[in-house]
């Protein structure tokens, strides 16, 4: 069974940090896109960054640009967003997914999603 599985949320202050973790089973995901998106309450899914599991290649919305970076580690099968200078607006439940290079906005995968809240 094909899973992705987020963790790393929590509660944390403003200026802090937090590394999120998404760690994939039951296939291999060289051929894949991983991306991280964020939802807060009230308001629609929102694109946070991507990286490309084989060439690692990023790329970042400007909301995050500067604070937040996507990397992977192929030995373990994940993929971690870590998270600096947080804001109370960064507050959201934050989705990793997956979709296959060279298709766009069609997911094969998605993650349970794990809550970050910042405090102010």
């Known amino acids: 069974q094909v899973q992705l599985v987020e963790s790393g949320g929590g509660l944390v202050q403003a200026g802090g940090s937090l590394r999120l973790s998404c760690a994939a089973f039951?296939?291999?995901?060289?051929?894949?896109?991983m991306e991280w998106f964020r939802q807060a309450p009230g308001k629609e899914r929102e694109f946070v960054g991507r990286?490309?599991?084989?060439?690692?290649?990023?790329f970042y919305a400007d909301s995050v640009k500067g604070r937040f970076t996507i990397s992977r580690d192929n030995a373990k099968n994940t993929v971690y967003l870590q998270m600096n200078s947080l804001n109370a607006e960064d507050t959201a439940v934050y989705s990793c997914?997956?979709?296959?290079?060279?298709?766009?906005?069609?997911?094969?995968?998605w993650g349970q999603g794990t809550q970050v809240t910042v405090s102010s």
């Open positions: 997914a997956a979709r296959k290079s060279g298709v766009t906005a069609r997911y094969d995968y």
């Open positions: 039951g296939r291999t995901f060289s051929s894949y896109v």
């Open positions: 990286i490309t599991w084989s060439g690692g290649s990023t």
